[in-house]
């Protein structure tokens, strides 16, 4: 028997299919599952709506959750019963509509689902349900007990796919919630229906793999907005289930013939994104033309690798230690793609022999030279060096290289990602590619991404010449965007072409001086610690540009009417006077603790420790610890005043544009170095005064927990200040952030 009304209803989340007579129950089971995995199952069991004005916070909660479920309900369901339900506001309502509309007319054929009415399953459709029938068949699921599990759903055949708790949730859900993967495995054999997408949404690998052994087709159905489940793991970052999907997933699937090549590209761009390069790399190695395909958004795996700089090593944050390791590992690309086994085909069982054959899990990456590294664990590395420890221990051992080596690597596929996406460039016309690859760049360009723009140069060298809407070039968009490693590779050209990339305006007449002389994005400044560092930083990009541009440039007009230097000072107006503040806080807050250990030091110089004799001569003259305490209590007398004098000097400056270039910051280093010099003598001076006056009165214990005291107001001065002094330090006499010896392009 057909019933009368059923809801046409698939969520996009679940493998569409024809619905049949014994298929609403399979429905409802998965809404509720994506419902209860987003949290949502609580807005449809509940009518209790949080008051808007007394409970703001749990009705905003309630207000977005509600939206949510809505929003899974409406796009699951059919032209028909979605024009019944739209204008109804609240997901609760909708579910016990679509629960009256359906269930009352339901009826099952024995003959046609194998199921007697006086099942457990056919009661739970009239919403008269004893739950507590079900406590032995719970409790056989959570215990992985298939026996008894099998033995209840003999008796009971309806309870496959039935909701047997009150919250919902089917054998499947509650197997699935136990870890009972073996038991989620013979339950996937016994239903009609799987959900893949849902699984794959949720990063189920155990269920999606139970279901994809089942029927492999399942990976080439496309939900309701047409597609992959792969391409929804992917999306979701669900790395393990992704890998499975796609090896399961046939190549034709994925390619530009498919669909225009959708969810190929698609895929790929998620990959891109989720850093799940292998991936990525195996889709272009045999799909080269997705790489400026466009995906469902309209965006093309190039530029999706070009917003990515930290796939690169120049985007990656490195400490100092980890720099010095860095160049010492070695690692291999083609290793890492061990894992990629040989797609299912239309042949499944050629497939699965193949598989099987060339299933080799995931290979670590040798180390290579990591035997030059100086380490602690120099047992361990012996032993891994001369093969008596396998690699897997040797990198438990190592967690922090091993983390260095995960970053080098994904850096190297990212290269040969990269390259291979320049090579699939070369062999087509970029006036055919449109602004596709011209976005992609200019992108990568205000991110920073010296790599990407560098390969895409040397592929295509007329990107340089490429301008934007507003008729700047990648050297002019770097400028106004502050990136530094891209802009350093206008040091790469020849004369001839470093003048014509610097000569033209853009469409407002500015010239690279003017758009030098804009404020920098707040984004860039913020990486700079205080308000005077940041304008000093300003004025070395402006030097910098000054230097390079031709000197005709500093009185050109812009569309405003104004020079250079006077964009400059308007745009920085601000910055110069939140840079005046910064500072005279600072010189103001460390002259006052200048000054109290000037006060201190001149009084113990007159307060000699243990007294004169009569003839006015200290008593502990001969001691060694008393020259100890004389030197170093002068150090601190002399160190502590000149510190004030540069503090004072900082208060009372001119705070012209130009003084925060060296003069400003030269006074701050020598104010904050020698403050830090006078407390380090002044804790001295003290130590060596206790140790003349307990020398022979107490032990070295106390001596030396005395010197750790005393080291507390040091370390904390070095820990608050030292940052900031290494700072300063290396933006006014470092090398600078400019590299002039950038080699030749092309």
């Given at each position: 028997m057909t019933p009368a009304i059923i809801p046409t209803v698939v969520p996009t989340t679940i493998v569409r299919e024809v619905l049949t007579e014994s298929n609403y129950e399979n429905w409802s089971t998965c809404v509720k599952w994506y419902l209860v995995g987003q949290n949502l199952w609580e807005v449809c069991t509940s009518k209790d709506i949080p008051d808007k004005e007394l409970k703001k916070e749990e009705f905003s909660d309630w207000e977005k959750k509600n939206a949510m479920a809505l929003h899974a309900i409406q796009i699951s369901c059919s032209g028909e019963m979605l024009s019944q339900i739209r204008k109804e506001p609240c997901a609760s309502y909708v579910w016990e509509f679509l629960q009256k509309r359906a269930e009352p007319t339901f009826c099952f054929d024995p003959k046609v689902s194998g199921m007697d009415e006086r099942s457990p399953a056919a009661s739970a459709s009239t919403g008269n349900v004893d739950f507590s029938q079900y406590q032995g068949l719970i409790k056989a699921l959570n215990r992985g007990r298939w026996n008894d599990i099998e033995s209840f759903f003999n008796k009971n055949p309806g309870t496959v796919s039935a909701k047997i708790s009150p919250e919902g949730k089917t054998a499947l859900h509650i197997a699935a919630d136990a870890g009972q993967a073996n038991v989620v495995k013979e339950l996937v054999k016994k239903l009609r229906r799987t959900p893949l997408a849902l699984a794959a949404l949720n990063g189920i690998k155990e269920i999606a793999q139970c279901m994809v052994e089942k029927n492999t087709a399942l990976t080439s159905i496309l939900d309701e907005d047409g597609i992959l489940p792969v391409v929804r793991a992917c999306n979701r970052g669900h790395k393990e289930v992704t890998r499975l999907l796609y090896n399961y997933t046939p190549p034709k699937e994925l390619g530009p013939e498919k669909g225009e090549g959708k969810n190929g590209a698609t895929l790929l761009c998620y990959c891109i994104a989720t850093e799940f390069l292998d991936i990525a790399l195996d889709i272009l190695k045999k799909h080269p033309s997705l790489a400026v395909t466009l995906d469902k958004k309209g965006v093309s795996p190039l530029y999706v690798l070009g917003e990515r700089p930290s796939l690169f090593e120049s985007g990656s944050q490195l400490w100092f230690w980890q720099r010095w390791i860095y160049p010492c590992i070695s690692v291999n690309v083609d290793h890492a793609l061990d894992w990629i086994q040989i797609n299912v085909v239309d042949n499944i069982a050629q497939g699965r022999d193949d598989r099987n054959n060339t299933k080799k899990g995931i290979v670590l990456i040798a180390l290579g030279s990591i035997h030059n590294l100086v380490i602690h664990q120099m047992d361990v590395k012996t032993a891994f060096l001369n093969g008596d420890l396998e690699e897997e221990i040797y990198m438990e051992q190592l967690e922090g290289i091993k983390n260095i080596r995960d970053q080098k690597l994904r850096h190297a596929q990212a290269i040969e990602l990269l390259g291979s996406i320049c090579t699939k460039l070369q062999d087509m016309e970029v006036d055919v590619l449109g602004s596709q690859v011209h976005q992609a760049v200019f992108q990568a360009v205000k991110l920073g991404n010296v790599e990407f723009v560098t390969e895409m140069i040397k592929s295509i060298p007329e990107l340089v010449w490429r301008c934007d809407i507003n008729g700047r070039n990648i050297f002019f968009i770097a400028i106004l965007n502050r990136q530094?490693?891209?802009?350093?590779?206008?040091?790469?050209?020849?004369?001839?072409?470093?003048?014509?990339?610097?000569?033209?305006?853009?469409?407002?007449?500015?010239?690279?001086?003017?758009?030098?002389?804009?404020?920098?994005?707040?984004?860039?400044?913020?990486?700079?610690?205080?308000?005077?560092?940041?304008?000093?930083?300003?004025?070395?990009?402006?030097?910098?540009?000054?230097?390079?541009?031709?000197?005709?440039?500093?009185?050109?007009?812009?569309?405003?009417?104004?020079?250079?230097?006077?964009?400059?000072?308007?745009?920085?107006?601000?910055?110069?006077?939140?840079?005046?503040?910064?500072?005279?806080?600072?010189?103001?807050?460390?002259?006052?603790?200048?000054?109290?250990?000037?006060?201190?030091?001149?009084?113990?110089?007159?307060?000699?420790?243990?007294?004169n004799n009569d003839e006015g001569t200290p008593i502990f003259l001969d001691d060694p610890l008393f020259m100890v305490f004389i030197i170093s209590d002068s150090i601190s007398l002399f160190f502590a005043t000149t510190s004030v004098l540069m503090f004072l000097g900082i208060l009372t400056s001119q705070y012209a544009e130009n003084k925060f270039l060296t003069w400003l910051p030269i006074k701050l280093v020598i104010g904050i170095s020698t403050l830090f010099i006078s407390i380090a003598a002044m804790m001295i001076a003290f130590c060596a005064v206790l140790a003349i006056l307990l020398k022979k009165r107490s032990t070295k214990v106390v001596m030396i927990l005395i010197i750790l005291l005393a080291c507390v107001p040091v370390t904390t001065f070095a820990l608050l200040q030292f940052h900031l002094l290494v700072n300063i330090f290396i933006s006014t006499y470092g090398s600078g952030i400019f590299n002039r010896n950038v080699q030749r392009l092309y």
């Open positions: 530094e490693k891209v802009f350093n590779l206008l040091y790469g050209l020849t004369h001839a072409q470093k003048v014509k990339v610097i000569s033209p305006l853009d469409r407002f007449e500015n010239s690279m001086l003017h758009l030098v002389a804009m404020l920098a994005p707040s984004e860039q400044l913020d990486g700079i610690s205080g308000a005077a560092l940041q304008m000093q930083r300003e004025l070395q990009w402006f030097k910098e540009v000054e230097n390079i541009v031709s000197p005709i440039c500093k009185n050109v007009l812009n569309s405003d009417g104004k020079k250079p230097n006077e964009v400059f000072s308007q745009q920085h107006a601000n910055l110069v006077k939140e840079g005046e503040k910064w500072m005279k806080e600072i010189a103001t807050s460390s002259s006052f603790v200048a000054v109290l250990i000037v006060t201190i030091m001149f009084a113990a110089a007159f307060t000699i420790p243990g007294g």
